[in-house]
């Protein structure tokens, strides 16, 4: 290509001339081409990509594929959807936020299977799956925005759909501790405690009388809850659940001595604030905030407290002024009688595993309900009559239908009456429930147990109420009240009890257990994890085969979409303390001791110096030489020689100036977490004594600021999950710490000495 450059003029008498300068562009002409290809490419590309988006267009709106689309499932709909991007890039893939969920919820469920699935079909990555959860910021704790959320939710329901009940329960969780780099924080304590390791999680969790809804609003790590502890916590949950604009009515719980202590506590403040106030105070319930709280105990468990303390006592009550005695020995005999009829048993569901002492699952509802049963007692009833027992068995009959009657009446799920159990069905005004209640109370108010203890050569009977039957009482009473108040105040025509057990938490603790497979005691990490995928998906997992409870339908009041659509609202305010809150321990700015070292620090010191030298210097060779042992001049790092391969220098040999710094950072960090430890700011803080004692090599005016910056992280990064991961190997028996001066590891070894029993026997 020629192009003009310059022109001139010579006149030569009447003529004149011109003459032209022309210089040749040959590098332009082969940009303009390369450009031509380049848009007529992008225009092929454009009209291939119309005509894909066209077809697909086309045959989503054929009338075909609408009728199978419409007669999938929401899941299945979704996951077609997601097919139609397989002629897309990967990178070039978008899914919707349903997608995700949906993936999100197959990736948590098996993490295997997903990427086997991702293999074959076109899903989000698992990269993708972790963001996602990552954009939910949830604590331990009050999470103030779920309440705000909760609180628009419910302005849309009316006064009776606002009913509900708060249930509590503790989950066992496997104690171990990480370091997290984004919070700068340690996880895997307990919530509010330093040195105590988290073994379980307390969920609060509030349920609708009439809806079927669940909502976790609420969650803590806990080691060995106190009731002093228990105690304010319930009435902060109550409270917020309270502002948020829910009526609650009750709280349920199960048992255990903590759970007992806490209620007793809250309803004897209850009852001294109503005596100082000379006002008249009728029923075991607390008050909060002016409003009455009815406590109810988890039906299923008060059914097996009965039954395992009559494996190892005699039942005493007393039935229309006779008193009866109930052994377990009489149950025995009713099993054994009935297997001696052969294949064709009348009590075909009982097994040894009911019966057999050392065989009985104790934790197991299923267990104690199927021996107390209808079933049970007329078959007891037939033998005796035909001679195949001994008389005194009949003394089970009535307790036993006693007992399977109170579980009926107090976990009727139906409107109807199923198979003629009237006891099933839901109580109303004028039911026979009513009458059920106020014979069993009678009943039970009479029940003792006679346990025998030896001393010396004789054998005393001592008579004790056990706390199993003093609170299925304090529930049916509690029962009596909750339906009053139903029917006068809020307009109920029915109810159905089986809202105030713990079923829909324990099917919540179900589901995190069977996330990855079976994890029956996950670490604070996987139960958040799960506990987060659960609200997105709104639970959407199967019931297990060997549940300990029934399937409960309730769906998810208030999911956590929330936080992945708003991301102005995506902070959560914590306990994290601030720069102005830091406290620098005195002795550790001038007491810090170096430890025996055989070549690993300076080993470690290689590694990051690797990473340096590919994140920050990168080409500049300043920074190497000045950073590097070129000539091989330091001692320290014949270790490094060592691990080369083929003798040949792969690997980074820092200086003696940055292996000093390394080291400095190393002994600060160590020392640092001896002593007092904090579970927030760990790296600002150790930062900030760094900037103190720390010489740094770095000379380099281009690079100096970047590099102390990451030297200084990453070598911190190193030590505090090296640190974390040494006291989980304490926690888990794997390592043993003696004679040491770290707090934690020291606490991490009095816990694994104290439950080193009951992880063997698990």
Same mark, same amino acid.
């Given at each position: 290509?020629?192009?003009?450059?310059?022109?001139?003029?010579?006149?030569?008498?009447?003529?004149?001339?011109?003459?032209?300068?022309?210089?040749?562009?040959?590098?332009?002409?082969?940009?303009?081409?390369?450009?031509?290809?380049?848009?007529?490419?992008?225009?092929?590309?454009?009209?291939?990509?119309?005509?894909?988006?066209?077809?697909?267009?086309?045959?989503?709106?054929?009338?075909?594929?609408?009728?199978?689309?419409?007669?999938?499932?929401?899941?299945?709909?979704?996951?077609?959807?997601?097919?139609?991007?397989?002629?897309?890039?990967?990178?070039?893939?978008?899914?919707?936020?349903?997608?995700?969920?949906?993936?999100?919820?197959?990736?948590?469920?098996?993490?295997?299977?997903?990427?086997?699935?991702?293999?074959?079909?076109?899903?989000?990555?698992?990269?993708?799956?972790?963001?996602?959860?990552?954009?939910?910021?949830?604590?331990?704790?009050?999470?103030?925005?779920?309440?705000?959320?909760?609180?628009?939710?419910?302005?849309?329901?009316?006064?009776?759909?606002?009913?509900?009940?708060?249930?509590?329960?503790?989950?066992?969780?496997?104690?171990?501790?990480?370091?997290?780099?984004?919070?700068?924080?340690?996880?895997?304590?307990?919530?509010?405690?330093?040195?105590?390791?988290?073994?379980?999680?307390?969920?609060?969790?509030?349920?609708?009388?009439?809806?079927?809804?669940?909502?976790?609003?609420?969650?803590?790590?806990?080691?060995?809850?106190?009731?002093?502890?228990?105690?304010?916590?319930?009435?902060?949950?109550?409270?917020?659940?309270?502002?948020?604009?829910?009526?609650?009515?009750?709280?349920?719980?199960?048992?255990?001595?903590?759970?007992?202590?806490?209620?007793?506590?809250?309803?004897?403040?209850?009852?001294?604030?109503?005596?100082?106030?000379?006002?008249?105070?009728?029923?075991?319930?607390?008050?909060?905030?002016?409003?009455?709280?009815?406590?109810?105990?988890?039906?299923?468990?008060?059914?097996?407290?009965?039954?395992?303390?009559?494996?190892?006592?005699?039942?005493?009550?007393?039935?229309?002024?006779?008193?009866?005695?109930?052994?377990?020995?009489?149950?025995?005999?009713?099993?054994?009688?009935?297997?001696?009829?052969?294949?064709?048993?009348?009590?075909?569901?009982?097994?040894?595993?009911?019966?057999?002492?050392?065989?009985?699952?104790?934790?197991?509802?299923?267990?104690?309900?199927?021996?107390?049963?209808?079933?049970?007692?007329?078959?007891?009833?037939?033998?005796?009559?035909?001679?195949?027992?001994?008389?005194?068995?009949?003394?089970?009959?009535?307790?036993?239908?006693?007992?399977?009657?109170?579980?009926?009446?107090?976990?009727?799920?139906?409107?109807?009456?199923?198979?003629?159990?009237?006891?099933?069905?839901?109580?109303?005004?004028?039911?026979?429930?009513?009458?059920?209640?106020?014979?069993?109370?009678?009943?039970?108010?009479?029940?003792?147990?006679?346990?025998?203890?030896?001393?010396?050569?004789?054998?005393?009977?001592?008579?004790?109420?056990?706390?199993?039957?003093?609170?299925?009482?304090?529930?049916?009473?509690?029962?009596?009240?909750?339906?009053?108040?139903?029917?006068?105040?809020?307009?109920?025509?029915?109810?159905?009890?089986?809202?105030?057990?713990?079923?829909?938490?324990?099917?919540?603790?179900?589901?995190?257990?069977?996330?990855?497979?079976?994890?029956?005691?996950?670490?604070?990490?996987?139960?958040?994890?799960?506990?987060?995928?659960?609200?997105?998906?709104?639970?959407?997992?199967?019931?297990?085969?060997?549940?300990?409870?029934?399937?409960?339908? @309730? +769906?998810? *009041? $208030?999911?956590?979409?929330?936080? &992945?659509?708003?991301?102005?609202?995506?902070?959560?305010?914590? !306990? =994290?303390?601030?720069?102005?809150?830091?406290?620098?321990?005195?002795?550790?700015?001038?007491?810090?001791?170096?430890?025996?070292?055989?070549?690993?620090?300076?080993?470690?010191?290689?590694?990051?110096?690797?990473?340096?030298?590919?994140?920050?210097?990168?080409?500049?060779?300043?920074?190497?030489?000045?950073?590097?042992?070129?000539?091989?001049?330091?001692?320290?790092?014949?270790?490094?020689?060592?691990?080369?391969?083929?003798?040949?220098?792969?690997?980074?040999?820092? @200086? +003696?100036? *940055? $292996?000093?710094?390394?080291?400095? &950072?190393?002994?600060?960090?160590?020392?640092?977490?001896?002593? !007092? =430890?904090?579970?927030?700011?760990?790296?600002?803080?150790?930062?900030?004594?760094?900037?103190?004692?720390?010489?740094?090599?770095?000379?380099?005016?281009?690079?100096?600021?970047?590099?102390?910056?990451?030297?200084?992280?990453?070598?911190?990064?190193?030590?505090?999950?090296?640190?974390?991961?040494?006291?989980?190997?304490?926690?888990?028996?794997?390592?043993?710490?003696?004679?040491?001066?770290?707090?934690?590891?020291?606490?991490?070894?009095?816990?694994?000495?104290?439950?080193?029993?009951?992880?063997?026997?698990?």
């Amino acid at each position: 290509m020629l192009k003009k450059t310059n022109k001139n003029l010579k006149f030569s008498g009447s003529v004149r001339t011109l003459t032209y300068n022309y210089v040749q562009i040959k590098p332009f002409a082969t940009k303009i081409k390369y450009l031509q290809s380049e848009i007529s490419r992008l225009k092929n590309r454009g009209q291939s990509f119309k005509a894909r988006l066209a077809n697909a267009a086309k045959l989503s709106k054929e009338t075909v594929f609408q009728q199978v689309v419409k007669n999938m499932r929401k899941p299945a709909q979704l996951f077609v959807h997601m097919q139609m991007q397989c002629l897309k890039k990967p990178k070039g893939r978008r899914f919707t936020m349903d997608e995700k969920i949906l993936a999100l919820s197959m990736y948590k469920k098996s993490p295997k299977a997903y990427s086997l699935l991702y293999k074959y079909f076109t899903l989000p990555s698992s990269k993708a799956m972790k963001r996602l959860l990552s954009q939910i910021k949830l604590c331990p704790g009050i999470n103030p925005i779920l309440f705000e959320k909760i609180k628009k939710t419910v302005l849309e329901k009316d006064t009776p759909d606002r009913l509900c009940s708060l249930i509590f329960d503790e989950m066992s969780l496997t104690p171990q501790i990480f370091y997290n780099n984004q919070k700068d924080a340690f996880e895997g304590f307990a919530t509010s405690q330093v040195t105590k390791f988290a073994d379980h999680a307390l969920v609060f969790m509030v349920k609708g009388l009439k809806q079927n809804f669940k909502q976790p609003v609420a969650y803590y790590f806990t080691n060995s809850l106190q009731k002093n502890e228990l105690k304010p916590l319930i009435k902060c949950v109550i409270t917020e659940v309270q502002k948020s604009g829910l009526i609650l009515i009750n709280t349920v719980c199960d048992q255990s001595s903590v759970n007992v202590g806490a209620i007793t506590d809250l309803v004897h403040d209850t009852r001294a604030r109503f005596l100082r106030l000379d006002k008249e105070w009728r029923h075991d319930v607390f008050t909060i905030n002016g409003h009455d709280i009815i406590p109810l105990y988890d039906v299923p468990h008060l059914l097996k407290g009965i039954r395992n303390n009559l494996l190892s006592k005699d039942m005493m009550y007393k039935s229309n002024n006779e008193n009866k005695i109930v052994k377990w020995q009489y149950y025995q005999q009713v099993y054994t009688a009935d297997k001696s009829h052969g294949e064709l048993r009348l009590l075909n569901k009982i097994t040894e595993e009911h019966i057999v002492p050392e065989k009985i699952n104790k934790m197991r509802v299923k267990s104690a309900t199927q021996v107390f049963s209808h079933s049970v007692a007329v078959v007891t009833d037939h033998l005796i009559a035909r001679g195949d027992l001994p008389v005194e068995c009949k003394q089970l009959i009535e307790i036993t239908l006693l007992l399977d009657n109170l579980f009926d009446s107090l976990n009727g799920s139906t409107f109807s009456i199923p198979n003629g159990k009237i006891y099933k069905g839901p109580i109303k005004r004028h039911s026979p429930h009513h009458q059920l209640w106020l014979k069993a109370k009678e009943i039970l108010k009479t029940v003792k147990f006679i346990q025998k203890k030896v001393t010396g050569n004789k054998v005393c009977l001592v008579e004790t109420t056990i706390p199993s039957v003093t609170n299925f009482i304090k529930t049916i009473n509690g029962m009596e009240v909750i339906c009053k108040v139903l029917f006068d105040k809020y307009g109920y025509d029915t109810v159905l009890t089986r809202n105030f057990n713990q079923d829909p938490v324990e099917n919540f603790f179900g589901n995190i257990r069977s996330y990855g497979a079976r994890n029956i005691a996950p670490n604070t990490i996987s139960f958040e994890g799960a506990f987060k995928a659960l609200l997105l998906n709104n639970y959407n997992l199967p019931q297990s085969k060997k549940s300990n409870c029934e399937e409960d339908m @309730n +769906e998810c *009041l $208030q999911g956590l979409h929330f936080f &992945l659509n708003e991301k102005q609202s995506n902070t959560v305010d914590s !306990d =994290v303390p601030t720069e102005d809150k830091i406290i620098l321990n005195d002795n550790l700015l001038l007491n810090y001791s170096l430890q025996a070292d055989a070549g690993q620090r300076n080993y470690v010191c290689g590694w990051v110096l690797t990473k340096c030298l590919k994140k920050v210097v990168k080409s500049c060779k300043y920074c190497r030489q000045n950073l590097t042992d070129s000539n091989n001049q330091n001692a320290s790092n014949s270790f490094i020689k060592v691990k080369e391969y083929n003798k040949k220098k792969w690997l980074c040999y820092p @200086n +003696e100036a *940055l $292996q000093n710094c390394f080291h400095d &950072l190393q002994n600060i960090t160590e020392s640092f977490l001896k002593k !007092d =430890v904090s579970k927030c700011n760990i790296k600002k803080q150790i930062k900030s004594i760094a900037d103190v004692l720390v010489e740094y090599p770095f000379d380099c005016c281009r690079h100096k600021e970047t590099l102390i910056e990451y030297f200084t992280d990453v070598s911190i990064n190193i030590i505090l999950h090296s640190w974390c991961r040494s006291i989980n190997r304490i926690l888990s028996g794997k390592l043993t710490y003696v004679d040491g001066e770290d707090d934690v590891k020291i606490a991490a070894q009095t816990y694994y000495n104290k439950h080193r029993h009951y992880k063997n026997k698990r």
